[in-house]
């Protein structure tokens, strides 16, 4: 089992940032990929962003390349997304989840292990 907590979210004007943190703990060793998605109210979860855990590679949905950055940081077993200039559109909450046997998918169902999510509203 691995267990996600999120932090970070919170409300925000347009053109501004937010940085989102996950820490994971448990059977870490187990997990080869890490996530970021999204999920509006009314639709569907959408890929952010992933990094493969041991070699630093990093996947973008189009919609944020350029303006999101995902990292990680072994040490602390924690991964962030770094969110600049945001836009209203990007109001949802924000999940990070686990894969233990595919790096940089962008479908939910490959993820094994998810977070509780945090929100991040972007007023116009």
């Known amino acids: 089992q691995v267990q996600l907590v999120e932090s970070g979210g919170g409300l925000v004007q347009a053109g501004g940032s937010l940085r989102l943190s996950c820490a994971a703990s448990g059977r870490t060793f187990d997990s080869v990929g890490m996530g970021w998605f999204r999920q509006a109210p009314g639709k569907g979860r959408e890929f952010v962003a992933a990094i493969n855990w041991s070699g630093g590679s990093t996947w973008y949905a189009d919609s944020v390349k350029g303006r999101f950055t995902i990292s990680r940081d072994n040490a602390k077993n924690t991964v962030y997304l770094q969110m600049n200039s945001l836009k209203p559109e990007d109001t949802a909450v924000y999940y990070c989840?686990?894969?233990?046997?595919?790096?940089?998918?962008?479908?939910?169902?490959?993820?094994?292990?998810w977070g509780q999510g945090t929100q991040v509203t972007v007023s116009s």
């Open positions: 989840a686990v894969s233990k046997y595919w790096t940089g998918s962008h479908y939910p169902e490959q993820y094994d292990y």
